[in-house]
């Protein structure tokens, strides 16, 4: 009776948790569909398993193995999802299908094969998992898309991977049960020794992450506040000419950019928003009434272009946020707060960015310059820190960036 009270709290939970993932608004909708997702289908397992207890007769509860074979999947592409800088799907995404389908395949069929299927299971969640820990092994730097937020989305992944480690020694326990002769079918199941105390386990898991939803704790916060550059304008780097590249306006021009470059393949995207300095001061004095979020755009607006202006990120020792403020003549927190809010990256990434597109600029317009001058040029004092702040926006090293360019 315990047992089912547990996987009916567990069915519970779930259910809500992948309610509140798919209905809740956010800047990047795909990571919150998946995690909403494998919720609901951490659900119907519970509920399926339920119904077994239960002795209910139905055929729909043989598909469970079909459910765990989408589990682990589901978990790996969201850790794929996270890393890819422009978070977009892929269409070999629908290759982590295969194994679910070709299970539905065996049960549907009855063939033979179907006495492996535990140990087909088992395989995936530990291929998997695997997959998993060496991403995890490689710490926050491995989710350097996600710019300050790496850091809490390395821990909530951690935990994630600790779910998929229950599940899987919950699987493991069962089938050493199943081979060593306890019954398992029909009402039989609740001899089991192991599931009781993987339930209560599950849903122990499962309470505390409600809770920490329904805080907003900033544990998993940042996956609602996701903000990555929306590429409007991009050109094939190795076919487009030099002038059609999407690069840095130039320091006199009047306007400011807010330019994020991104590479997931063999495009390089830029999103540019281009506003008039005096406008958005005219604006800021004339409506008075600006909200905050508003003043912190304008306020935005103005260092980006005074960095433009200046090239504030070419200083030999850079400059520091405090140095920033007091050109700005605002508080430190809150030109921090601007940017973390508006530009989707802490202060050190968006200068970094700015230096980056300095540097591509140079690259291709000054052929001649050593790429260790254009690294000096653009502001960056260590060949190692260039060369990894460059990969992290273009996706590809310098030399390979300027011959493509130029070829």
């Not at 202006?309 to 700005?328: M, N, P, S």
């Not at 003549?329 to 960015?353: M, T």
């Not at 140079?362 to 060369?387: C, I, Y």
Request: aromatic share 8%.
């Amino acid at each position: 009776m315990l047992l089912m009270a547990s996987h009916g709290a567990i069915a519970l939970l779930c259910l809500l948790l992948g309610a509140h993932f798919l209905l809740t608004p956010a800047r990047r909708r795909a990571p919150l569909l998946l995690l909403g997702f494998t919720y609901l289908l951490y659900a119907v397992q519970s509920i399926f398993l339920l119904l077994q207890l239960s002795a209910v007769e139905l055929g729909v509860t043989n598909l469970r193995p079909v459910g765990a074979m989408l589990l682990a999947p589901a978990s790996w592409l969201f850790w794929r999802l996270l890393q890819r800088i422009n978070g977009d799907w892929r269409w070999q995404d629908a290759l982590h299908l295969l194994p679910a389908a070709l299970t539905l395949l065996l049960l549907l069929t009855k063939s033979p094969l179907r006495a492996l299927l535990d140990l087909i299971i088992l395989a995936s969640f530990t291929g998997y998992l695997l997959a998993i820990l060496w991403q995890l092994c490689k710490g926050p730097s491995a989710l350097y898309g996600l710019a300050q937020d790496a850091q809490l989305a390395w821990r909530y992944l951690l935990l994630q991977a600790l779910l998929l480690g229950i599940n899987l020694l919950i699987e493991v326990l069962v089938w050493l049960e199943v081979t060593n002769g306890t019954p398992l079918v029909g009402g039989h199941l609740a001899n089991s020794q192991v599931l009781l105390p993987g339930a209560l386990l599950f849903l122990l898991v499962h309470m505390v992450a409600v809770l920490v939803a329904l805080q907003r704790s900033r544990l998993l916060e940042w996956l609602y506040q996701l903000q990555f550059a929306v590429p409007i304008a991009s050109a094939p780097i190795s076919t487009g000419p030099i002038s059609s590249l999407p690069i840095l306006a130039e320091p006199q021009q009047p306007t400011t950019v807010l330019a994020k470059a991104t590479a997931d393949g063999p495009d390089l995207q830029v999103s540019v928003t281009a506003t008039s300095v005096d406008a958005a001061d005219e604006q800021a004095v004339e409506g008075g009434a600006l909200d905050v979020d508003g003043k912190l755009a304008t306020l935005l607006q103005r260092w980006l272009a005074l960095l433009q202006q200046e090239q504030l990120y070419t200083l030999e020792y850079g400059i520091t946020l405090a140095q920033a403020a007091r050109k700005l003549q605002v508080p430190a927190r809150q030109l921090s707060n601007a940017i973390n809010l508006h530009y989707g990256a802490s202060f050190s990434v968006l200068l970094n960015d700015q230096r980056i597109a300095h540097a591509q600029k140079l690259l291709l317009q000054a052929p001649d310059l050593a790429v260790t001058e254009v690294m000096a040029e653009a502001g960056f004092a260590s060949k190692s820190n260039f060369h990894k702040e460059f990969l992290r926006v273009t996706g590809t090293t310098p030399t390979l960036f300027r011959e493509q360019g130029l070829g």
